[in-house]
Nanobody, 125 residues
Framework: QVQLVESGGGLVQPGGSLRLSCAASGLTLDYYAIGWFRQAPGKEREGVSCINSSDGSTYYADSVKGRFTISRDNAKNTVYLQMNNLKPEDTAVYYC??????????????????WGQGTQVTVSS
């Protein structure tokens, strides 16, 4: 059974940092591109970042470029999202997801077939 489990969310002050983890079971993550999405209250889910399986190339939405870093640890079957200089507008539920095959950039939800349950990130003073 394929499972993706996010962790690492929480409450942080503006300018702070968090590292989200996406741990997989039932599959080998390094065979797939992995994406991070987020959904703020009243807004559509948006693709934030993704990392390619073959060459490790990465994508970042303009809103997080220079502040977020995606990485993978294949030995731990885990993908991370390091988030620095967090802003109140980063407040959202963050989800990781695996692609079903080919995928587009910016990340599109329809390209991803397995999703985690989400982890809440709240940036507030």
């Amino acid at each position: 059974q394929v499972q993706l489990v996010e962790s690492g969310g929480g409450l942080v002050q503006p300018g702070g940092s968090l590292r989200l983890s996406c741990a997989a079971s039932g599959l080998t993550l390094d065979y797939y591109a992995i994406g991070w999405f987020r959904q703020a209250p009243g807004k559509e889910r948006e693709g934030v970042s993704c990392i390619n399986s073959s060459d490790g190339s990465t994508y970042y939405a303009d809103s997080v470029k220079g502040r977020f870093t995606i990485s993978r640890d294949n030995a731990k079957n885990t993908v991370y999202l390091q988030m620095n200089n967090l802003k109140p507008e980063d407040t959202a539920v963050y989800y990781c997801a695996k692609t079903g095959g080919s995928y587009s950039l910016p990340p599109l939800e329809d390209d991803y077939d397995y999703w985690g349950q989400g982890t809440q990130v709240t940036v507030s003073s």
